[in-house]
């Protein structure tokens, strides 16, 4: 999502004020109280400080368990499951979103676990990543609706890009929402109970909604005879964009040690061929793809600064997923290791 302009944002906040005092209100607080989610912002800033019990009970919350002992079985399967691997994940030392994502994803593989993963990192993270569930996210994308006629909903969160955008979304409009005298758990409460409450009776085109997940690519299927594809070693959508560059290389006969621009690679991995169904994601695909976030050295840069640049960029949650578009002109060549000898 590009940046909210200033009209934008007092737009937004004008509308939040005309529903504030109504959807605020409603906010369920014995069920999800504060303290205990204020108290665990702090734990989890340091996982190896994390019992078992802090897991338990904030998923309990998270789940809207807080306070029962009896509630549904997958739930507390999940629970087992994050305690059984917490250990591990403490140890690893994983705190960039996508990391963390990529190690629970893995561990807790078969469940339904975006949202709890999401919240997992806004409590690992919560001065950069919101707390999103599918009520607040569908807050936004109206409110982004009413400034964007041409914004495109998506159902609910599901990718590290709708945790971003809502991120950036309520850290904009915090400042001018005066209501929520600058607190952002109140503004959240708001969204949350706005979404719940009032845009969810509100009808959307369905030409105005996104698929929620991209089309999943078999990466056994990947082959090729020039390039050692077996040393690309993530499965981020950064590293699709390169399996099928590479790919788009050799289908062409292209010069393997050639310069290519920015652009020049762009055209050979548009988004319509790359099954990414969500602009967001494949903008901030491209971002990663350029840059060294994970250890990626897919290119070489005529200019050197631009690999942290683009590095910089990935890690940044505020960041404008489009901006790789203004170094379209500049050149890159591919990283000589991903060619077979």
Same mark, same amino acid.
């Given at each position: 999502?590009?940046?909210?302009?200033?009209?934008?944002?007092?737009?937004?906040?004008?509308?939040?004020?005309?529903?504030?005092?109504?959807?605020?209100?409603?906010?369920?607080?014995?069920?999800?109280?504060?303290?205990?989610?204020?108290?665990?912002?702090?734990?989890?800033?340091?996982?190896?400080?994390?019992?078992?019990?802090?897991?338990?009970?904030?998923?309990?919350?998270?789940?809207?368990?807080?306070?029962?002992?009896?509630?549904?079985?997958?739930?507390?399967?999940?629970?087992?499951?994050?305690?059984?691997?917490?250990?591990?994940?403490?140890? =690893?030392?994983? *705190?960039?979103? %996508?990391?963390? @994502? +990529?190690?629970?994803?893995?561990? /807790?593989?078969?469940?339904?676990?975006?949202?709890?993963?999401?919240?997992?990192?806004?409590?690992?993270?919560?001065?950069?990543?919101?707390?999103?569930?599918?009520?607040?996210?569908?807050?936004?994308?109206?409110?982004?609706?009413?400034?964007?006629?041409?914004?495109?909903?998506?159902?609910?969160?599901?990718?590290?890009?709708?945790?971003?955008?809502?991120?950036?979304?309520?850290?904009?409009?915090?400042?001018?929402?005066?209501?929520?005298?600058?607190?952002?758990?109140?503004?959240?409460?708001?969204?949350?109970?706005?979404?719940?409450?009032?845009?969810?009776?509100?009808?959307?085109?369905?030409?105005?909604?996104?698929?929620?997940?991209?089309?999943?690519h078999d990466w056994s299927s990947l082959t090729s005879e020039v390039f050692d594809l077996g040393k690309? =070693?993530?499965? *981020?959508?950064? %590293?699709?964009? @390169? +399996?099928?560059?590479?790919?788009? /290389?050799?289908?062409?006969?292209?010069?393997?040690?050639a310069a290519y621009t920015i652009e020049e690679i762009h055209k050979r991995i548009p988004m319509h061929?790359?099954?990414?169904?969500?602009?967001?994601?494949?903008?901030?695909?491209?971002?990663?793809?350029?840059?060294?976030?994970?250890?990626?050295?897919?290119?070489?840069?005529?200019?050197?600064?631009?690999?942290?640049?683009?590095?910089?960029?990935?890690?940044?949650?505020?960041?404008?997923?489009?901006?790789?578009?203004?170094?379209?002109?500049?050149?890159?060549?591919?990283?000589?290791?991903?060619?077979?000898?």
């Open positions: 999502m590009s940046a909210l302009t200033k009209k934008e944002i007092e737009s937004i906040a004008k509308t939040i004020s005309e529903h504030y005092g109504e959807y605020a209100s409603k906010y369920e607080s014995e069920k999800y109280p504060e303290e205990p989610y204020l108290g665990w912002k702090q734990t989890f800033g340091d996982p190896k400080e994390v019992s078992q019990d802090d897991i338990r009970q904030a998923l309990e919350w998270k789940y809207g368990h807080w306070g029962k002992v009896n509630y549904v079985p997958a739930h507390k399967i999940i629970i087992a499951k994050l305690q059984k691997y917490w250990p591990e994940f403490a140890e =690893s030392g994983k *705190s960039e979103i %996508d990391e963390i @994502f +990529a190690f629970w994803e893995d561990r /807790l593989a078969g469940h339904q676990t975006f949202i709890t993963v999401a919240y997992l990192s806004h409590l690992l993270n919560p001065d950069k990543i919101e707390i999103i569930d599918q009520h607040n996210f569908r807050a936004m994308n109206y409110l982004m609706s009413t400034v964007r006629p041409d914004w495109v909903w998506k159902r609910n969160p599901a990718s590290m890009d709708d945790i971003t955008d809502f991120s950036v979304f309520l850290q904009s409009l915090l400042p001018a929402v005066k209501e929520a005298k600058g607190n952002k758990r109140e503004l959240d409460k708001f969204l949350m109970m706005f979404g719940k409450h009032k845009v969810k009776t509100i009808p959307v085109s369905r030409s105005k909604v996104a698929p929620a997940l991209s089309k999943k690309i =070693s993530l499965r *981020s959508n950064a %590293d699709l964009l @390169f +399996a099928l560059l590479l790919q788009s /290389l050799e289908a062409e006969g292209a010069d393997v040690e061929k790359t099954g990414i169904a969500v602009s967001s994601s494949y903008n901030y695909a491209m971002v990663a793809l350029f840059g060294n976030q994970r250890g990626r050295d897919y290119f070489h840069f005529e200019n050197t600064k631009l690999g942290v640049y683009f590095t910089e960029q990935a890690n940044d949650p505020s960041r404008d997923n489009t901006c790789w578009k203004k170094y379209i002109d500049e050149k890159v060549s591919i990283n000589p290791k991903y060619v077979m000898d």
